[in-house]
Nanobody
Framework: QVQLVESGGGLVQAGGSLRLSCAAS????????MRWFRQAPGKQREFVAVITTGGSTNYADSVKGRFTISRDSAKNTLYLQMNSLKPEDTAVYYC?????????WGQGTQVTVSS
């Protein structure tokens, strides 16, 4: 079974930084991409960032220029470096593994940005 575990969330002041990690384990094949999503209270889950197997990246307009997605394939770990955090970034952040025939999700990690 594939498992994804997010970590690195916490409380940070506006303007601060956090780095989220997503550790993947299990038998993983036919990967298309890995993505970060987030969900704030009362809102739909929204796309944040994606990195493909070829290394291409893309970001939501709301985070572009502030967040950076990366991965360490040897460690089976995905990262999201978040800089210049704003209160509106407060959400539960989820790691997503996109394979050819399925999507796998972690449990999420809470990020709270105080003003």
């Amino acid at each position: 079974q594939v498992q994804l575990v997010e970590s690195g969330g916490g409380l940070v002041q506006a303007g601060g930084s956090l780095r989220l990690s997503c550790a993947a384990s299990g038998s993983i094949f036919s990967v298309v991409a890995m993505r970060w999503f987030r969900q704030a209270p009362g809102k739909q889950r929204e796309f944040v960032a994606v990195i493909t197997t070829g290394g291409s990246t893309n970001y939501a307009d709301s985070v572009k220029g502030r967040f950076t997605i990366s991965r360490d394939s040897a460690k089976n770990t995905l990262y999201l470096q978040m800089n210049s955090l704003k209160p509106e970034d407060t959400a539960v952040y989820y790691c997503n593994l996109w394979v050819v025939d399925a999507n796998y999700w972690g449990q999420g990690t809470q990020v709270t940005v105080s003003s």
